[in-house]
């Protein structure tokens, strides 16, 4: 089984699967499908849900669900920036303008998140999980709609800013960065819900994918808990996640363009709380 907090970083990547019982990676899959289809509805990649979900499951292992989510991230991602397309919910100029400083700061991310101590890592974690629901609850109470507040200001500075806040955040943390991008977005640069979920999507379909290499490219060095963990671990349980979370996230970024207001916005809220305070406290 895989249940112990270090099982699945300690043993070879192929007895993950050879070894497990069908239930955990029935579990696993199950993940992978929750965090797409709320990462994809909110667009924040899925990391925020799967990263927890993983913790909270199978035991502590930041290193390790970071550098497999990532991977999952930009295959969720793609999934949903898809969607999106279809129903014309992507400005282009807000994505390119975006773009380039998420590149260049996930990078940056990462390598932070290689020096600092796990434990830091997951309390950094929940904290901004908990800090995005409050402003998003702000912002509901203060009856703010959908955060579209006069003419989209979509300058190449305010993007480069959201964008580079967005890469950093992601590569510190394992994570999309939806839950950066799509407050700031909708906060400094005016975009309606839906458009910032949609932009967030494709941005983190290129950030993501750098990330995920630049992690799992150095992730053979990392040793946060004494186990020999290499590539092939961060691969095999991403290969895991990755199919059920693009399925979700197909789901998931379908029902951003069905559903009310209202009620993508509590989604958003009660997954932030609900993570954060495991990551934080759990």
Partial sequence: ????????????????????????????????????????????????????????????????????????????????????????AIRRRVVVGMVPAAILFVLLGVWASNRLDERWLQLAFGGFMLYVALQETRSM?????????????????????????????????????????????????????????????????VSASAGAVAKNASFASIDAAGADRGLSASLTLAAILAPTGMAGAWVGASLTHRLNLPTIRIAFIALMTIGGVRMAFG
């Fill in 141 to 205: 109470l203060a009856g703010r709609g959908d955060g579209s507040r006069g003419s989209p200001r979509d300058g190449r500075l305010a993007l480069a800013g959201v964008g580079g806040a967005t890469g950093f955040v992601s590569g510190l943390l394992g994570i999309g960065g939806g839950g950066v991008a799509v407050p700031l977005l909708r906060g400094a640069c005016r975009l309606p819900l839906r458009e910032a979920i949609a932009a967030s999507a494709a941005v983190m379909l």
């Fill in 1 to 88: 089984m895989i249940g112990s907090p270090t099982a699945v970083a300690g043993i070879d990547p192929p007895a993950i699967v050879s070894n497990a019982e069908w239930l955990d990676l029935l579990g696993i899959a199950a993940i992978g499908f929750g965090g797409g289809a709320l990462g994809g509805l909110v667009g924040i990649g899925g990391s925020l849900v799967m990263i927890p979900a993983l913790t909270f499951v199978y035991g502590r292992d930041q290193q390790l669900y970071q550098a497999s989510a990532m991977v999952v991230n930009a295959l969720v991602a793609a999934t949903a920036t898809r969607r999106h397309a279809l129903a014309g």
